[in-house]
Each structure stands twice: as C-alpha cells, then as structure tokens.
C-alpha cells in the first residue's frame, strides 16, 4: 500500500440545498447557478476561510459578524478538484481515500457517482482503478450537504443524533460557527499483490527489564498470488537495528514480538526523556518487495492503580509508568479552531511546545471536539505528553444521558473504531473516556452499566486492550466538587475564582481522589482584544452590559468580580491585568492545593489549555492568538519539579491579626537512573540564568547563609491522612517539631550523612521591599519515597501583620540552592474588601532591560520543526525605582512572532534583576488575517472591513493593501494590514521587536 497526497487544483462553489443534484429548473430549463461563483479552495480547510480570501464574507471573528456568516452552514457546496492521475503498475488497484469529509457527502469521480458517506472521522473509500485511466485530467466532486442541526452546548445528550463536532454548534468558549469542508487529506491509496491494511503495536517492559514490541498487521493479499511474506526491523534512536523478525503472511496476518533487551525507555514529560524507535515493515508476493511502512513508537509499560487510601470502588487514577506513579499535570484541549481543517503544522506546534514548557504531561482531548490529526499525537510521542483521549460525545445540560439512539451508536462505534485503529500506535495515548460529563442522573456521571459506555467498553477491550477505558469524565460518584466528605473520586469544577474567602477553604480542604475538570477565567491580553474588538467596544465593561464582549465569552464575565477586588479601572488594559492576575491567583491554589495532597490526590487537569475562537474573556491558558496569559506562567511555577507553597485561606490580612500559613515542598521526580530527564522537570539547563539576580533588596536586609537570629527552623514531616488535610488551616495547626527538635534532628542528620537539606526561605515584605518578618524551613532534599517525589509540609509561616504604606503585602516563597526554581510570591493585602486596589494606583517602578546579545537561531528541539523556535534571545530586567514592578513580562510587538518566555509575570522589588530569555516562531496559519481588517482600520487605512478584503472575488489577492490572498502568494502589506498576511506570505518582520512592561502599565499603540 502507498498513499499518495492527491495533488489537485481546488475549486468550491455553494448552493442551495439539492441544487447541485438537479442542475437545472424544472420550469423554465435554466442553469440553477448557485450562490456563489467557482473560487478557489484550500484542502485540507473550510469553506469560511475561502470565502473570506475571495471577499465574499467578513471576518467571522471580529466583533458580531459570525452572527452574519451563519448562511454557511445552512447551504450545500461542491468542491472539485482536477488532478494528473497516477500511472498503475500492472496488476495494481487505486484507491480514493478521503478523510475528513465534514460532515455528509456525495462523491463522484469523472462524472460517476462513487458513493454517499457520512461522518467526519471515518474515511470514505472507494476503488477507482477504472477510472483513472478514462480522461488525462480526471475531476473529482464532492458535495457536502448543510450541516446537520445538532446540538450544542444547551440541549439533550440523549437526542444526539450525530458524530459531528457539537463545540461547532455553540459552546461556552465559542460561537455557533458550524466547519463546513474537507478537514483532513485526500490521497491515492496503491495497492500492490501484498498491501497493509491495518497494524497494531504494542509496547512493554517486562520484569527482567527486556524491552518488547508487539506488533499484530492485517494485510491484503490479491488473488493469484502464491507467496506472501513480511519482514521486521526495528531501529533504535540512533538508527542502529535492535531486533529483526521474518516470516510467512498465514491468513492474512502477521503477528511477532521483537524484544530488546536493554531499551531505551520512554518517560512522560518531567520524567525521563522520550526516545522513539522506528519499526519497518515491508510486505513481499513471491519475494518481490510490495510495500514498506514505517511507525514510530516508544518503549515503555504503562499500568493503572487505585490511589492509596482510596474508597474500595474507586475506579484507578494513579497512572504508573516504567513502574513509576506519575503526578497529573494536565491540561484540557479544546481544537485550536473553529475552521479545524485550516490548522496546520505550525499551530499544532507550537502549541504542544507552550503545554511541554508549562510542564504539563498530559493533554485530555475533549469529548465535545475532535478525535484530533495525526501531527497532535506525534507531537506529544515526541515531547512526552500523555494524551486522554474521549470519544465524541459530551453533556447538554437539559438532560446528558448518552444517547441510544440505533443510528447514533452506528455512527459512535465507526468513529470510535476508526480512532482505535488509528491512534492506538502512539505511545503517548494514555486513556480512553466515553466522553465529556455524560450523567444519568442530576450530578451522578454515568458508569460502565449505561449500554453507550458498555458498547465503547467492548470495543476498547477488542481493540486496545491494554490500555484503561474511563466511562465518563468526571467518573463520579459525584460530578461536581464539593465541600462534603468521602463522597468524592474523579470530579469537575468550578470554573469560576469562588470569592474571597470562599475559594481557598473549598479546594485546600477537597477530598477528591483525582481532579479532571476545572479552572478560572481571566480576561484576554490587550494586545489580542485590539484583534477582533473594534474601538468602540475596548474597554473596561460588563457583558451584562455589552452585547459585543457576551458574545465573546459570556459565560466568563469578571467584571463584577474585579471590580470588588480591585476597585473601579481607568481603561482596558487595567482590568485585563486585574482580571488575569485573579485567574492566576486562583488556579495556582488549586494547582497547589491539589499537589499538597499528592499520592492520595493524584493529579490535575486543568480547564483549559487553548480556545478555538478568540474570547474577551475565558478560562483558558492560552488565547487564540497563542499569547500566553499570567494564568499560564503560574500554572508553570506550581508545576516546577521542585516548588514551595503556601496554604492560605483568605487574601485578607488585617494590622494586628495573625497570618499563619502552612508552607509546602512539593518534589518532582528525581532522573531515572542512567537516564536524562530532559526539559520538562525543573529549569532546562539553557535556562538557569533564570534565577534572581537581586542586588539592593536582599543586601539591605543582611541576607546570606546560615540562619539568622529569630528565625526558626522547622522541620519537615510526612503527615497522615488525617492531619494532612488539616495542614493549612489558618490556625497553623499540624504536627511540627520546634525549633529545638528541629535543629536536633537536623544535625543528627548531618552526623548520619544521609540525605542532604533543601531550605526554604520565607519573607514578607512591602512593595517597597521593607523587609517585615523572615522564617526559613528546612526538609531532606530526596524525601521520603525513592524517587523524591511527593508533597511535605515542612511548617507554618507564623506573622503578626504590621499595615504598610499602601497596605499590601508580599510574601516570597524561595528554594535556596544553585539549581533552584525562581521564587513564589503570593500577595495579601491589609485593606478589605477591595484588597489589590492599592495595585492599581501607580507605583515608582522603573523597568530597564537590556539584552546580552541579539537575536540567534535557536537549536532545533524535541518536537521537531514546527514545536521549535526559531530566534531566541536573552535579557536581563531590572528595576532601578523605589517601588515593585508588579507581575512584568515581555510582549512581542511587531505580531509577527509567536513568543515564550522563560519567566513571564514576575515582580522586581526595588534593585532586583532577573535574567529572561525569548524563545520565538514566526506566526503561521492564523485565519482571517488575524485581526488584521481591525488593525488596518485603526491606522485610518482602509474604512471598513469588507473594503480592506475588496468584494470583487476575480481581483482577490492582487491588490497588496487588501487581505486576501490568490492561489499564488496571499501577498498584504504588514503596515496597513497586519502581519499574519505577511507571514502567510512569507514576509516576516526580520527580528521580534520586544517591550517589557508590569502591571497597569499600557503598552505603547
């Protein structure tokens, strides 16, 4: 079998529905022409971002206008396609193989009609040796019928009726902008006397340490032929053969296990590293090579466990690894877009480089989106992010029973087999769910007795056996988070910052075993507002109160919440940083409160990674422009290997109260020996320059080694159950040893020469860098496991709270040592109930960066060339004022680049530093010119959106100063039009050009 991309000269039209299988009128005899002319197509793609390059509709995401697109979905459109065909060798069969083909189709080929097809995941495929042969350009036609009118996120589960992707239909954090197209490829498939038709691996360790892959193919063998055979070959990371297997083809199958006795082994992210072998197989007919494949796949043995001290019917959430427990790091993925078939490599990229360096390890692909392309999977095999997978099915709200619909559990059990099949080789899929809060009853997940889950059981057990299929998610037997006890295994929610003080008690006192849904939501950047908000509607506003903003994300309005925290805001840019800045707040304590209780707790899935479309204001990490929000950048910091933090449960800190809060050392993995642990655990080696580089702040204060007067030395314990949960009431209650005990036990250990100390050094401080208390805590650096991995509460801060000038309070969390991870600083204020108020008042900062170098290529990384940068750039950041720069981070400003840094939203005390370093891709793949109709309109260019396209569909892609594109270039002009344009053209500003700025501190328009 080899596939071959079908090289074709795209063209799409629409119509009514049915006129393209009538012609012409009935009446008079006339040609029925459709609603619009031929123009030309993108596949794999949509027809929304054909329609906009030929200026026939706005761009969809700007202000309302998808409200004026939604004509789209409710029409048919014909795609035709011409292409050379393939010359056959004699006795070979061709194939048509269209994947992705969304949603219901009719194909014909040369003028005859193929077939009827109906699904998106599933392949239609027919034999067209024939008529390959008939014309010397042969012209495919595929109609797509209007989409299906399926549910979105308000209605029944239970009357579900398709595999369609429902996010499309409207959802929280999207619009009702239904994907009409061909979203995946459409190729030749050639089929020789032995062909492959389908393969499955299987990767393990057995208890000696050998290393096996099994591998099970089906193949095709043609009548006539008399001798069929297969070979095996696997190749280790260096490319050097590791084991080789050769026998007959009996019955259509091959089946062999290839052992290697000393692998290699593959890690999650933060574990070890992720080295891929590669299998060959080639299929010979009378020992005439036929075909050759090749996968790539890593070896490693993955297991479920229930959690220690887990309910006996606990379904298994503790994922083991190479005989490792793996702490959850995750992160829900929505699909990047609404036009899914318009992302490409670039966007998949760089987006599973921004999930590896926020040191996530896992990825739940989402019930309610897309059995996602093969480049997701292979990206995550390649950077070690485990991937949850959910088969197409998620909660309407008025009732979400899994539907039992006969035809609907037809088309469930075609997807689901072909996302078995097809994804089941990758090494990094860790689990498959039935879908998203699919529930029987009112807060009740549904379970392995519904006859839907029953049916997707059977079929993972027939297909991927080896791997652990969840009912739902959450798995119950609650679906929501609660404050009661003992009634609590998977759980979602909320997604909301739950107030202060109600947020900190609710999640630091959860008894939940494992946590696969939730988040806080946070507005979007400026610099992604100004994209699809036009001026009239920037600035600071209710979505009560803005039709414009509630159609952006009306569920996730923060006004009112931020304005009783912050007070009233002068302007947009400081009630995005107030709202990001509570976003981040609040998910860093869950993140935190979540790992204190690692073991019994074990792990986090955070809602969500990314948006399909942009919204004002959302709970996601990442916003559809690829701009990392302060919520990612603090996820990042709770998921170091190593970290502190603290256990609080209010904001509030009144003058002459007591502030008493438990303090935490959370240990990642230490490297697994004789192998690297790579990027993900800890500070890349690149990027160790990242520590502080304090100069006035800490010089005043006397710091250095040893441990000062007053300061107290607490001791590390390992708590039970019991007074673990207990840890971080405010009281500080818990079991400690004093400081008496502590220094014994210290220096007992010392005596011993057992495992060497990590300290933790707290501080509090104003925001003029006054230091106002100071304890120091110490613990063993390896912990009490093997492999140093855990949670310990090494004691409390304990602080009678002085007022300060503008009454706030910072409190640093710091690992002292030369590999240490940035400090933690968490922020508390004397004046309620406005407490960050004081924030948004200006403060005497002043920011000065200067780079150590210019811009070089950066060296090529695990993911491969669309998951690697292509500049980077260091610079060191100081603050030479008298007050904090509060939660400073770098914007690139061209918009031209894609950029991550190695530390973003950190505060500078007066005479501190830190050294950051830029990593930066160019921008790819971004539709509709990614606001580039608004930003040309704000520089007084071009009037209006639809003149900056032009209307006339003959003379897109001509005229430089219009956004569109022709099949030749997309040419734009990056001044008057925007950069993605540019970029999609190949014109990408030379250099990013780079502004660090803090909180409430506009950028330069």
Known sequence: ?????????????????????????????????????????????????????????????????????????????????????????????????????????????????????????????????????????????????????????????????????????????????????????????????????????????????????????????????????????????????AARWSGPVVDGAVRAELEVPEPRLWHPNGYGEQPLYELRLRLFAEGRLTEETTRRTGIRRIEYRRNPGGPDDALPYTFVVNGQPIYIQGANLTPLDHLYGNVGAERYGWLARLARRANLNLLRVWGGGLIEKEELYDLCDRLGILVWQEFIQSSSGIDNEPSQKPRFLELLGRSAVQALKTRRNHVSLAVWSGGNELMSAPDRPSTYEDANLAYLRALVAEHDPQRLFLPTSASGPRQYITSEKGVSHDVHGHWKYMGNPGHYPLYAEADHLFHSEFGVDGVSSVKSLRKFLSEPHRKPVSMEESFVWRHHGEWWDTFGRDTELFGGFADLQAFSDASQWIQAEGLRFILEANRRRQGRQSGSIIWQLNEPWPNASCTNLVDYYMEPKMAYYWTRSAFEGTHASLDYRSLDAPAGSRLQAAVHLHRGPEPVAGLATGEGRGLDAGLAGTAMMERGASQATGEGGGLASGQSSQSNLQMDEREASQAGRASGEGRELDAGQSSQAMNEGLEANVTPLLRVRAEVRDLRGALLHEQTFDAPAGGETGAGSGSLRIGTLDWVVQDTYNGLLLVRLRIEGMDAPPPVDYFFSTRSPEVYAAALKPMAAALRAEPLGGWEQAPPEAGGPAASPRLRRAFVVANDGTEAALHVRPEETTDGWWMEASEAYFTLLPGESRRVELSCAPRRGELFGAGAAIRASDAGSVGTDAAIRGADAESVGTDARRVGTDEAGRAADVESVGTDAATRAGDVPTEPTVVFRAFNQPLPE
């Open 1 to 241: 079998m080899e596939m071959r991309k079908l090289d074709a000269a795209w063209e799409v039209k629409g119509f009514w529905p049915w006129v393209p299988l009538k012609g012409t009128s009935m009446e008079i005899g006339n040609e029925l022409l459709g609603v619009t002319e031929w123009i030309p197509a993108t596949v794999p793609g949509g027809v929304h971002e054909d329609l906009y390059r030929a200026g026939l509709i706005p761009d969809p995401y700007v202000d309302t206008n998808s409200l004026a697109v939604e004509w789209v979905e409710n029409r048919w459109w014909v795609y035709r396609g011409r292409f050379a065909p393939p010359e056959l060798e004699p006795g070979c069969r061709a194939e048509l193989v269209l994947a992705g083909l969304d949603y219901e189709a009719i194909v014909s080929l040369n003028g005859r009609r193929l077939g009827e097809h109906e699904g998106m995941y599933e392949p239609a495929v027919y034999d067209v040796t024939d008529l390959l042969g008939e014309r010397e350009t042969a012209e495919l036609q595929i109609i797509l019928k209007q989409a299906p009118d399926e549910m979105g996120q308000i209605g029944k589960t239970s009357e579900t009726f398709t595999q369609k992707s429902r996010f499309n239909y409207k959802w929280d954090f999207s619009t009702r902008l239904v994907n009409v197209g061909i979203w995946d490829t459409v190729s030749l498939r050639v089929r020789r006397a032995v062909s492959l038709d389908e393969l499955a691996l299987h990767a393990d360790v057995r208890e000696d340490g050998t290393g096996v892959v099994s591998v099970a193919a089906l193949a095709r063998v043609e009548k006539g032929t008399d001798e069929a055979a297969a070979e095996l070959e696997l190749l280790d990371p260096d490319g050097r053969t």
